[in-house]
């Protein structure tokens, strides 16, 4: 019976670890994909010289970096 309870507990602790690794797996996953959308309008804003835009994204970039 407690093997039971510990293998149990066991699965339990995998199980969370596992979606706990998954999340944060995925929350970089968007976090590159959003930098990497940003630094697209960047460059696209340095094409364009305008300079409004190119502050507003950076900073928009510096606060994912953060």
């Keep these: 019976m407690e093997n039971n309870v510990s293998n149990e ?3 339990v602790e995998t199980d969370i670890h596992d979606e706990v690794v998954a999340e944060l797996f995925l929350n970089q996953v968007v976090k590159d994909f959003k930098k990497g959308k940003i630094l697209e309008k960047i ?4 094409k ?5 835009t190119f ?10 970096s953060s």
């Excluded at 460059?43 to 340095?46: A, Y």
């Design 9 to 11: 507990m066991s699965q």
């Design 43 to 46: 460059d696209q804003s340095l």
């Design 48 to 52: 364009n010289k305008d300079k409004e």
């Design 55 to 64: 502050l507003r994204l950076t900073e928009e970039l510096q606060s994912i």
